[in-house]
C-alpha cells in the first residue's frame, strides 16, 4: 500500500494516476471524504493536523509528500512505526540555493531536511515550474486574445506534472531511488511568450502575450499572495536566485523516455482553456 498526500493535486493527483495505472494498491489523503476511482481506497486527514494522520499510516509500505506541512514529521513516525520503508517529497527547484530567508526556498529545505532525518528511505523531487501553470490564464482568454503576466523575459523548461508523477511513482516502487535527489524540467527553455505562441496554435486563435513590468508584476502578485512570497519570485526570477532555464536529463535517464513537450500538455488540456 503506497499513502498519496495531496491526491487531488497536480503532482499528487498524477502520482496517484500513474500508480493506479500499474496495478498497484493506493491510499490516497483529502481533507474531506470524496469519491475516488477503482483501485484507490480514501482516507481523511490534513496535513496541518498530525493527529488526523496517524490512521492514514495504517498498512503503509511507502509515501508521497508535500512540503510545507506542521504534520510531516508526525506522519512520517507514525508511518515508521507502521512498517514503512519508503518516502518521496515533492520539494522544489528552489531547494538547492540554500538560502532559508527566502520564504518558499526555506519551507521546501526544511522538509527535505525533516524527510531525510526519518529514518526511512528517501528520494527528493525537485521540479521546475509546472506546465499546468498555463492554467491561471484560461480567465484572460474568457475576455480575449491578450495574456498578460509577470517575468516575461526569463525562458523556463517547464515540466508537465504527469512527468513528475511518474517519476514518483517509479521512485515509490523500484528500488535504486533511495537517498537520491532528481532536478526535473522540460524538454525545451521556453519564453512566456513561446507558450502562448503555442497554446494558440493548440487553439486555433492567435494570442498574444504582454509582460507585466517589474513594478506592475510586485502590484500584481502582492494582491494575489503575502509580500514574502513575491520576494521569493522576485529572488528567482529577477535575481537569479534558481535556475529553471537549463534543460536537464533527469526525466530521460530515469523514466527510459523523453519529457513531454509544452505542445502535447496543451493539446491534452486544450479543454480547460476551451471551457473558459
Not at 52 to 66: D, N
Request: aromatic share 6%; charged share 20%.
Amino acid at each position: 500500500m503506497i499513502l498519496i498526500t495531496g491526491a487531488t493535486g497536480n503532482i499528487g493527483g498524477a502520482t496517484l494516476a500513474a500508480l493506479v495505472s500499474s496495478g498497484t494498491p493506493v491510499r490516497a489523503l483529502s481533507r474531506t471524504e470524496r469519491s475516488w476511482a477503482p483501485g484507490v481506497e480514501g482516507v481523511t486527514g490534513d496535513l496541518d493536523d498530525a493527529d488526523s494522520l496517524v490512521r492514514a499510516a495504517e498498512g503503509v509500505e511507502a509515501v508521497f509528500l508535500l512540503s510545507g506541512y506542521a504534520g510531516t514529521e508526525r506522519l512520517l513516525a507514525a508511518l515508521s512505526a507502521a512498517g514503512a520503508t519508503r518516502a518521496v517529497l515533492l520539494s522544489s527547484s528552489s531547494a538547492p540555493s540554500g538560502d532559508l530567508t527566502n520564504a518558499v526556498a526555506k519551507y521546501h529545505i526544511e522538509s527535505e531536511r525533516t524527510v531525510q532525518a526519518s529514518g526511512l528511505e528517501w528520494t527528493l523531487l525537485q521540479p521546475n515550474s509546472f506546465m499546468s501553470n498555463a492554467l491561471q490564464w484560461a480567465p484572460q482568454l474568457a475576455d480575449g486574445d491578450v495574456i498578460r503576466g509577470p517575468f516575461g523575459s526569463v525562458p523556463i523548461a517547464t515540466i508537465d506534472p504527469a512527468d513528475v508523477g511518474a517519476v514518483a511513482a517509479l521512485a515509490l516502487t523500484e528500488r535504486g531511488h533511495a537517498g537520491r535527489t532528481y532536478r526535473l524540467s522540460g524538454p525545451e527553455s521556453l519564453l512566456p511568450e513561446q507558450q502562448v505562441e503555442i497554446l494558440g496554435r493548440v487553439l486555433g486563435r492567435g494570442l498574444r502575450w504582454e509582460g507585466w513590468s517589474d513594478a506592475e508584476a510586485r502590484r500584481e502578485l502582492e494582491a494575489q499572495m503575502p509580500k514574502p512570497y513575491v520576494d521569493a519570485f522576485f529572488a528567482f526570477f529577477v535575481d537569479g536566485l534558481i535556475d529553471e532555464t537549463t534543460v536537464l536529463p533527469t526525466v530521460q535517464e530515469v523514466l527510459g523516455r523523453p519529457p513531454h513537450t509544452f505542445d502535447a500538455w496543451a493539446r491534452a488540456n486544450a479543454e480547460a482553456f476551451t471551457r473558459a
